[in-house]
Nanobody
Framework: QVQLVQSGGGSVQRGGSLKLSCAAS???????????YRWYRQAPGKERELVSS???????TYSDSVKGRFTFSQDNVKNTLYLQMNSLNSGDTAVYYC????????????WGQGTPVTVSS
């Protein structure tokens, strides 16, 4: 059974940093012939937003709102995704979700359970 377990969220003051982790069990990322990896967030009262992604070709993209502040990385030995978040502001307050696509092992995404991030001023 494939599971994505997130950790690392919490509360931080404006300008601070947090690092989110998303550890996969039951799967090895190296088994994905086509794998893609994403971080989403959902702020209260808002729709889920794609924050960053690593495509099947290894290209990393960021939303304009986090570009230059967030860094998405992937450890294929530990089968873990990371989202380093720096210079946090109140607009970053949200529940963050990791998501993994892995063809041909499954169709669509597997999701982490979500981890809240609260940035206070």
């Amino acid at each position: 059974q494939v599971q994505l377990v997130q950790s690392g969220g919490g509360s931080v003051q404006r300008g601070g940093s947090l690092k989110l982790s998303c550890a996969a069990s039951g799967v090895s990322f190296s088994s994905c012939e086509m794998g893609w990896y994403r971080w989403y967030r959902q702020a209260p009262g808002k729709e889920r937003e794609l924050v960053s992604s690593i495509s099947s070709t290894g290209a990393t993209t960021y939303s304009d709102s986090v570009k230059g502040r967030f860094t998405f990385s992937q450890d294929n030995v530990k089968n873990t995704l990371y989202l380093q978040m720096n210079s946090l502001n109140s607009g970053d307050t949200a529940v963050y979700y990791c998501a993994v696509g892995c063809r041909p092992l499954w169709v669509g995404h597997k999701w982490g359970q979500g981890t809240p991030v609260t940035v206070s001023s």
